[in-house]
Every structure is written in C-alpha cells, then in structure tokens.
C-alpha cells in the first residue's frame, strides 16, 4: 500500500527539513503534498530546494495565510494515491507511527492517532483539558468514544475524506472530519501514537478560540438536515 500524505507548512523553516527526511524514510509514502500555507519566513525557498532532491514531493504555495483546513483541501485536490495521511510539518508527531496507523488501514473505516491511549506529555494543561472537552462534546453528539478527536494523524481513504465535502479553513477540521465521519456511521479506530509537544514560543499555533470554533462546527455538522451531509456512498 502507498499512501499520499498532505502537510500544511506556516512558517515552519526550523523544522521541514527534518519532518520531511523523516516522512520521506517511510516506505508506505509514495507521494508528500506539502502546502505553504502563505508562509513569511523561508519554509517556500527550502521545500523547492527539498524537492529537487526528491521527486515524491509536490509542493504548493498559498499566496496569503488561509489556516490548516484550507490547506488540506488545497492537498487533497492534488493527491493522486488511494490512500490520505495528514501530517503536521512541525516534529509533534513521529512518521515512526505510521507503520502502526496502516495495520488498520482499510476502505471502510477512518484510522486516528490518539495521543491520549499512551503516556503523553502535553505542553500546556489549557490545551490537554480543551481537547478532552471537545472530544467529550462529540463523543455525546454523535454516539461514539473517541479519546483524541483534534489529533493531527488521521489516515483515511480518498474516496471517503473526498466524500465529506470539507469545507473548513481552521483548526475546526478536525472537528469537520470527524463529526462528518460519525454522521455518516464510519468506524473510526484509534492507534496508540508517541507525541512530543511544542510551545507557543517553538511555534505552536492551535488556541484556546480554535476549540470554541471545533464545538460550534460539531453542532452545526449535528442539527443541519441529513441531505447537507450524504453518507458515504460507496461504502453501501
């Protein structure tokens, strides 16, 4: 199985070399989609240098900064593989768990990395706390028991995220992703994943506000007519 993996890039200079040397390592990666997302400093300059040198990386450039969502749909219309990963472009999240994510991987269900199904340590109890809450919130809305809804690593098939119609430019995709999935009655699994967290003053972008934005989406995704948000067709 190769898979495409879509990273979104904001001024992420300090660490695209090394996110990349290590995603590219990975032997289920057949194509990586990274976004500039309008970056300001001189992440655009090293990825076309980075590229030269790897053929696997397609490298897309947003003229102004647009957020996470907006990037991965901006990836998605280019990713060519049966498979999607998204991965963020800072050194949060190890590609050494890919392996783990894959031995799940299958058309009919979404694969999430769960940061909180092993010990983790998080940088700031404001954002732990917030994310326990808006999984809790979506756990209660749709019926299901996730423990990690905002993680970073979800591995999906391209027909399925396709079919979601993502429309978000956020962070609150990740809420989009997975109320949308829990509408339309996929399985979602969770894989244990190693996570080394950063600080605001290191680069971390996700606040408190996001969440607020994430709780507002799941509801919106929930209370709107079943027609706006179809389930996934080929999965019938």
């Not at 300090?14 to 970056?39: C, F, H, M, W, Y």
């Not at 897309?60 to 990713?79: C, E, F, P, S, Y």
């Not at 079943?226 to 999965?235: A, C, D, G, H, W």
């Amino acid at each position: 199985m190769k898979i495409s993996v879509i990273i979104p890039a904001y001024n992420e200079e300090n660490t695209l070399p090394e996110i990349l040397r290590l995603v590219l390592r990975q032997k289920a990666v057949g194509e990586v989609i990274v976004v500039d997302d309008g970056s300001k400093d001189s992440t655009w300059k090293l990825l076309k240098k980075i590229q030269l040198a790897n053929p696997r990386i397609k490298p897309i450039r947003h003229a102004i900064n647009l957020g996470k969502g907006a990037a991965i749909r901006t990836g998605l219309t280019k990713a060519t593989l049966n498979y999607i990963l998204i991965q963020d472009a800072d050194l949060e999240y190890s590609p050494a768990n890919y392996g783990d994510l894959l031995k799940h991987a299958s058309c009919k269900v979404a694969v999430y990395g769960s940061r909180l199904k092993t010990a983790n340590d998080f940088a700031y109890l404001h954002t732990l706390l917030g994310n326990i809450l808006i999984t809790a919130l979506g756990n209660i809305l749709f019926g299901i028991k996730l423990t990690d809804s905002y993680t970073g690593y979800k591995l999906l098939p391209a027909k399925m995220i396709r079919s979601l119609q993502l429309k978000s430019d956020g962070f609150e995709i990740e809420a989009e992703i997975t109320g949308k999935l829990a509408k339309s009655k996929v399985p979602i699994i969770e894989v244990p994943i190693t996570y080394h967290p950063r600080k605001y003053n290191e680069g971390k972008k996700i606040k408190a506000k996001d969440a607020l934005k994430g709780a507002v989406t799941y509801l919106k995704i929930k209370f709107k007519r079943e027609s706006i948000y179809p389930r996934v067709k080929y999965l019938k």
